[in-house]
């Protein structure tokens, strides 16, 4: 999943209607150079999302928005769907290729796929990757000869509507039983409405000429197949409704529209809850269900159907979800599958300022964002402060709540930590699909900073927040959970501004001997050594910061190897990470180990100017055990409560 093209996204939604004040993108007119009028849609995850042999529906479980359709649109233009472009795939695969049958996706090499001739063989998938399959089937790989013929390039014309139509011929109503074939239904489905629109365009006709009937028998087999089998309420059911939509308003069908707007109905209010927070578990997706769901808006309005409020109510929410997800350096908390992505800065929206390091907008007025679907976010300021800036604040991420599902990963009770401009705790990334035991590893508990216990089966558990404590110059936060058969699991979180650094306990009990492992997944440019059974020190060659991680024996001691350095390790896998889905970089993982039927371990991540030191004390007064820090000349006060609150005393 590569969420590559954010400027695209950002002229991706037309509004061409009277009273469209609804900030869904820029509006502007058809374009009146040669060719057909795309506007570009927000570019799909490159990844293929279905899994073969599982459902790959989500079901609408909230109630439907209702205020969707009821209205028509007086608009200064006929109806219109616009192309909505290839989504990047035709970039590697230009004219000439398609004249060799060559098909090019990825990190892979061009491979020929047909005779020579526009005769293809669509079982082909030399490199074994559902992904490239996906794509190979979505007919966006035609792009350029499509824009080609829609300015009167008649030969290129002749290639796209011979390997078009043999793709329809070749793969006759239903393909479901080919799972790439289905999954890129939709892609297909606006390769083909292009398609209809270059050939207008291309012959300077009106209307489709007898010997592309095809075309049209084409986008109806597709409007069944998208009217039987609707995926629901995440991104794939919205772009599926779009499609149906748009075939709709090509062929005046009001069934069609009016099934997709009842979908559209059916899934904002699942796919975005209340709170803003979406229901696929990433941020990169999160982004993506922004984009997509104001490109509903557009081809609604375009096509002179009022997309009423509840979906601009709940982009709205969306917007300042990824605006508190968006760290210290401009870029989405990597979670769940997603890759390292800036934020994009939607004008007149939060994300403006974000997504620009301040330069635009307006500093959002919230700092700290708890979302019951499993997140929390916080930073230290907007950079509003002038001796810090944007970059010099802190920020952080926190996982909890449900199970996981869909682009989810098994990272409850994992950080994500900024300071200091740079990235301090990472998580494990996200690797391809097809990545095998490294893709298992990106998902599992040990690619994130949380307290694994490797020796048992991870149930996927609910994790609860129990408690949480915003402060001016302190967070702290409480969360339980049961990670394993007969283990219980206890993390508490303290988060300081002045000196910026992090505190975890984590606490956890089994009925049977298990080891305990608290892990810290540090970036790849940095690198770790251990110095004492407490404490270990990051940084990268040259670099003005440091981040010194240690540990303070409390209610157990330390045994030998408290504190490993793991990195680049194969059998099991530990030691990596993956800033895109096929990039991964051995990184180092700090690992703070115990064993036994209980586990009390009580560490520390403090990022500080590379000359900079730490020091602490520690004394019991009554019940509350306390440090006194001093980080680097600033002085601080951390206990802990006999009744285990977690806390700044100072």
Request: proline letters at 6%; glycine letters at 10%.
């Amino acid at each position: 999943m590569r969420f590559r093209g954010a400027v695209g996204m950002a002229v991706g939604i037309a509004v061409l209607v009277l009273g469209a004040g609804t900030a869904t993108g820029e509006t502007r007119t058809p374009a009146e150079l040669p060719g057909i009028q795309i506007v570009p849609g927000p570019e799909d995850p490159a990844e293929a999302q279905f899994v073969p042999g599982a459902s790959n529906v989500v079901p609408a479980t909230a109630p439907p928005a209702t205020d969707i359709g009821t209205n028509k649109i007086q608009s200064l233009v006929a109806p219109f769907y616009a192309c909505p472009g290839f989504s990047g795939i035709e970039k590697t695969n230009p004219v000439a290729n398609l004249y060799a049958d060559k098909f090019q996706w990825g990190p892979y090499a061009a491979y020929k796929v047909g005779n020579g001739g526009g005769n293809i063989n669509w079982a082909a998938n030399p490199y074994k990757n559902a992904s490239w399959y996906m794509w190979f089937h979505s007919l966006r790989w035609l792009g350029q000869g499509i824009v080609a013929a829609s300015k009167g390039d008649l030969t290129a014309l002749t290639r796209v509507n011979t390997i078009a139509y043999d793709w329809y011929r070749d793969n006759p109503y239903s393909w479901k039983a080919n799972v790439g074939a289905w999954e890129s239904t939709m892609h297909r489905t606006n390769v083909l409405i292009c398609l209809r629109q270059a050939i207008l365009s291309g012959l300077q006709v009106t209307t489709l000429p007898t010997r592309y009937a095809w075309l049209d028998a084409a986008l109806l087999s597709h409007a069944r197949f998208l009217t039987n089998y609707w995926s629901g309420a995440w991104n794939h059911g919205t772009d599926e409704s779009i499609a149906l939509f748009g075939v709709g308003c090509t062929l005046g069908r009001a069934d069609y529209r009016n099934l997709a707007q009842q979908r559209f109905a059916a899934g904002i209010t699942t796919s975005i809850d209340t709170q803003g927070a979406t229901n696929e578990q990433s941020t990169g997706y999160a982004s993506f269900n922004y984009s997509l769901w104001g490109r509903a808006i557009a081809v609604m309005q375009n096509c002179g159907v009022s997309p009423g409020t509840t979906i601009s109510t709940r982009r709205a929410l969306l917007a300042k979800f990824l605006t508190l997800a968006t760290n210290s350096l401009g870029k989405l908390h990597q979670l769940g599958d997603t890759e390292v992505q800036a934020t994009y800065p939607w004008v007149g929206t939060p994300l403006e300022y974000a997504g620009s390091f301040g330069a635009q907008g307006v500093a959002p007025p919230w700092r700290v964002g708890i979302y019951s679907a499993g997140y929390v976010f916080g930073r230290t300021g907007w950079g509003t402060d002038p001796t810090r800036g944007f970059a010099g604040e802190s920020s952080y991420s926190i996982r909890f709540g449900p199970p996981r599902a869909f682009h989810g990963h098994l990272d409850h009770t994992s950080i994500t930590y900024t300071a200091r401009g740079r990235d301090i705790i990472v998580d494990g990334g996200y690797a391809a699909y097809n990545a095998g035991a490294y893709r298992t590893w990106a998902v599992s508990p040990s690619a994130h900073s949380d307290m694994t216990t490797p020796m048992s089966t991870y149930l996927n558990p609910t994790t609860r927040l129990t408690a949480s404590s915003v402060l001016a110059n302190a967070e702290s936060y409480v969360l339980t959970d049961a990670p394993g058969s007969g283990i219980s699991r206890a993390r508490s979180v303290l988060v300081l501004k002045d000196p910026d650094l992090l505190v975890t306990w984590d606490r956890a009990s089994a009925k049977t001997a298990q080891a305990f492992q608290t892990l810290w997944h540090l970036p790849s440019d940095q690198r770790a050594s251990v110095y004492s059974r407490t404490t270990a020190v990051a940084a990268a060659p040259g670099d003005t910061t440091k981040t010194i991680l240690f540990q303070i024996p409390f209610k157990q001691a330390l045994p030998a190897g408290a504190i490993l350095v793991k990195q680049a390790q194969t059998n099991p896998i530990q030691g990596w990470q993956y800033p895109s889905s096929y990039v991964r970089k051995s990184a180092p993982t700090l690992m703070l180990a115990r064993s036994g039927t209980t586990a009390s371990i009580l560490s520390f991540v403090v990022p500080v100017r590379s000359t900079g030191s730490v020091t602490y004390t520690v004394r019991q007064s009554g019940t509350t055990f306390i440090i006194n820090l001093n980080v680097a000349g600033k002085p601080v006060t951390i206990a802990i409560s006999g009744g285990g609150s977690l806390y700044r005393a100072g």
